[in-house]
């Protein structure tokens, strides 16, 4: 998955206090304007306020002029926002669509639904009420802290000042939470517990070697202390204050979830038209794996009868190719020296063109992002801070119990592992975000839509067996399908779990029946399930949507078609929703 799904950030963007303030002067020159050039001038206004009620957010996209600054999560601040969120949709409605570029059409789009968002976020889905998890302050610690844009003493005043109101912060989250699910507490408690290592060693040896002035160092050190005071607090007030409060559930039913849903994945489908296609697309893969089982029997099982009953037979052959993985020591290791092969890959076979220059670091999970169900995600720079690291986050599993760790790692073994690689690194997400930082619109950069972003690394994993990857051996493509098959039953889970009634034992029976999947991975995604909404369903809408979309273009195009044209052209368009891409795409025809 990809950490930019997440977008439950406290106060979400709206206009920003100057906008009223513009000179006399310079409102006849946009008067002047052709449509195009006055909303040009409008967007970069409209991201100066983004930015300047969202500084965390600001800080990941590679935006540091709000570094210093903790929201916090007052009611007089949500107040203020929606305020301005009004303001905001008032001065949109002055463009008029049809007058405008396409790309600005998408734009302008994306900037409505942003608006519209934040205001169901904060007035009706209410998260700021139920989920202390939203509450942390130790991420956008370590953004600025590991963040290479500015000198070292100029990031570590930044994080002193942010921290200097982190009292404050947890007060008023206390103040605001009433009746949260027990799912979220506990995340909550246990990624706070680890943010307490971002305030550790590598803060303060950093502040160490510092060139702050003894007095600002001692400030900061006492503010490093007042923050892990304040974090520690927070814990024992979600673990004893809080636990007896947390009887709501964390399903948010039929008509939230579809509203989410179209605010989140802005698909031409609905919530439900998806959910029909999944259970579709589950028994067209169950087809194909029986194929794929049958034709292998007789490789792995000489001799042996083949059950008659074809999930049996499934579940046999996969058990076989899944019992050669690496070690528990040995997996992060095991995805770091894939990258190289994958890269060599897609050069061979000109799938797209990549950029040697923006590097991919693989790492273990920070702490303080563990615990969400997720083994392993990208963290990727943003529009601004283009040359910083991109991280591979993979979860370790050392200190897993013995028989977690092999049941994980079968999971994720010699097939699967690489299928991962593709998804998370290259050409999935790492790449598609590369691009995304290229698009000549910021908005569509930094108005990620998580279905297309998605959407685009499932897509790729297909792709690249497509063009040869794995020799396209029955072994790799089953075990493919037994990867779609995980993204196809994430739809159909994610709609069960929260319009439904779906208990854990019936679910984690559904993934390791219908999923081939293990325990491990089962019992992790109905975790996720209950910690989300809608997320889980972006990868098969996206997939399914640039799938069909590369399909109608073949069609149309014959002999013209090229397949790498198809993927450069696609991901100039940055991370906007695939039906506007889509759009663009056969306008540009």
Same mark, same amino acid.
């Given at each position: ?39 040009e ?5 409209f ?25 916090l ?34 734009d ?8 519209r ?20 302050v130790s991420?956008a610690v ?29 007060? $008023?989250? #206390?103040?605001?939470? =009433?009746?949260?699910? /027990?799912?979220h507490?506990?995340? @909550?408690i246990?990624?706070? %517990?680890? &943010? ?33 005071? $304040?974090? #520690?607090?927070?814990? =024992?007030?979600?673990? /004893?204050?809080?636990?007896?409060? @947390?009887?709501?559930?964390? %399903?948010? &039913? ?18 439900d ?36 009953d ?20 040995g ?75 092999e ?38 950069a ?39 098959m ?30 081939f ?18 997320q889980?369903s ?50 540009a025809?």
């Amino acid at each position: 998955m990809n950490s930019l799904y997440s977008r439950l950030l406290l106060g979400f963007a709206a206009a920003l206090v100057i906008t009223g303030c513009q000179s006399a002067s310079d409102q006849p020159k946009e008067a002047e304007a052709t449509p195009d050039q006055a909303f040009e001038q409008y967007k970069t206004r409209f991201i100066d306020s983004l930015w300047y009620y969202n500084p965390g957010w600001a800080s990941s996209q590679g935006y540091h002029r709000y570094d210093s600054i903790l929201v916090l999560p007052t009611p007089g601040r949500r107040r203020m926002e929606d305020k301005a969120n009004i303001r905001r949709q008032r001065e949109l409605a002055a463009f008029n669509p049809s007058e405008l570029s396409v790309n600005n059409q998408t734009d302008f789009r994306l900037m409505l639904n942003q608006l519209r968002s934040e205001r169901w976020y904060n007035d009706t889905l209410q998260a700021w009420q139920w989920n202390p998890a939203q509450y942390n302050v130790s991420e956008a610690v370590a953004e600025i802290l590991n963040g290479r844009y500015q000198p070292l003493d100029h990031r570590l005043r930044s994080i002193s000042m942010k921290i200097s109101r982190a009292p404050e912060f947890y007060e $008023a989250a #206390e103040d605001n939470l =009433k009746n949260p699910t /027990k799912e979220h507490l506990e995340l @909550a408690i246990l990624q706070n %517990r680890g &943010g307490l290592d971002v305030f550790g060693k590598a803060l303060t040896d950093s502040l160490e070697r510092s060139g702050l002035s003894p007095r600002e160092k001692e400030e900061f050190r006492g503010r490093i202390a007042t923050t892990r005071m $304040a974090i #520690e607090n927070y814990i =024992k007030f979600l673990d /004893k204050d809080l636990r007896p409060q @947390a009887k709501r559930s964390f %399903r948010i &039913g039929p008509e939230l979830f579809r509203q989410k849903f179209a605010y989140d994945i802005q698909s031409t489908y609905s919530a439900d038209e998806v959910y029909r296609k999944a259970l579709a697309n589950k028994q067209a893969l169950l087809r194909d794996m029986t194929v794929r089982a049958t034709r292998l029997w007789p490789k792995y099982f000489p001799q042996q009868p083949m059950p008659a009953d074809t999930i049996t037979r499934i579940k046999q052959v996969i058990g076989k190719l899944a019992a050669v993985h690496a070690t528990p020591a040995g997996f992060v290791d095991a995805v770091r020296q894939q990258i190289p092969q994958l890269v060599k890959f897609v050069n061979d076979k000109n799938l797209l063109t990549q950029d040697p220059s923006k590097p991919l670091v693989v790492r273990e999970t920070p702490l303080y992002m563990r615990g969400s169900g997720a083994g392993a995600s990208v963290s990727a720079p943003g529009p601004y801070d283009k040359s910083a690291d991109t991280y591979y986050n993979v979860e370790p599993l050392t200190g897993t119990p013995t028989a977690q760790a092999e049941s994980y790692l079968r999971e994720y073994n010699q097939y699967t592992l690489q299928i991962l690689n593709i998804h998370e690194a290259i050409p999935g997400h790492y790449t598609q975000l590369v691009y995304a930082n290229t698009s000549p619109s910021l908005i569509k950069a930094v108005l990620g839509n998580g279905a297309m972003i998605e959407g685009w690394a499932v897509y790729a994993e297909r792709m690249m067996l497509e063009n040869g990857y794995g020799n396209g051996s029955d072994e790799i493509w089953l075990m493919w399908d037994k990867w779609n098959m995980r993204v196809t039953l994430n739809t159909i889970l994610d709609h069960m779990v929260q319009t439904g009634s779906i208990t854990e034992p019936q679910a984690v029976q559904m993934l390791m029946r219908d999923g081939f999947q293990e325990e491990a991975e089962a019992r992790n995604k109905w975790r996720r399930a209950t910690l989300s909404q809608v997320q889980l369903s972006s990868y098969f809408t996206g997939y399914t949507e640039i799938y069909d979309l590369r399909e109608e273009l073949k069609k149309d195009q014959g002999q013209s078609f090229n397949l790498k044209a198809f993927h450069e052209q696609f991901l100039s368009y940055g991370s906007a929703p695939v039906k506007y891409i889509r759009q663009m795409m056969l306008k540009a025809k």
